[in-house]
Nanobody, 111 residues
């Protein structure tokens, strides 16, 4: 089974930007996605991208976030701009539908 490792989270002020990366231990053939879980809330889908590059975004991030992938490098990315405090969460990379979860990467947006 392919292992996924997220990185790139951190503390940023509202309006700032972050770029999350997801490194896969093997080839990624599936639709890949980013999910997030805020404190006290259920984990939810943020965005996904098919192998050929078709994308989907949750309404809450549309126009601010951009998902991309590099199949040759087995990498998935999430570019996050105009960050808001409500974007604060642990962000996870996974397939769609999801399989085994990794540890995620914490994103904290201060107001």
């Amino acid at each position: 089974q392919v292992q996924l490792l997220e990185s790139g989270g951190g503390l940023v002020q509202a309006g700032g930007s972050l770029r999350l990366s997801c490194a896969a231990s093997g080839s990624i053939f599936n639709t890949m996605a980013w999910y997030r879980q805020a404190p006290g809330k259920q984990r939810g889908l943020v965005a996904h991208i098919t192998r050929i590059g078709s994308t989907y975004y949750a309404d809450s991030v549309k126009g601010r976030f951009a998902i991309s992938r590099d199949n040759a490098k087995n990498m998935v990315y999430l570019e996050m701009n105009s960050l808001k405090p409500e974007d604060t969460a642990i962000y996870y990379c996974n397939t769609l539908p999801w399989s085994t979860w990794g540890q995620g990467t914490q994103v904290t947006v201060s107001s």
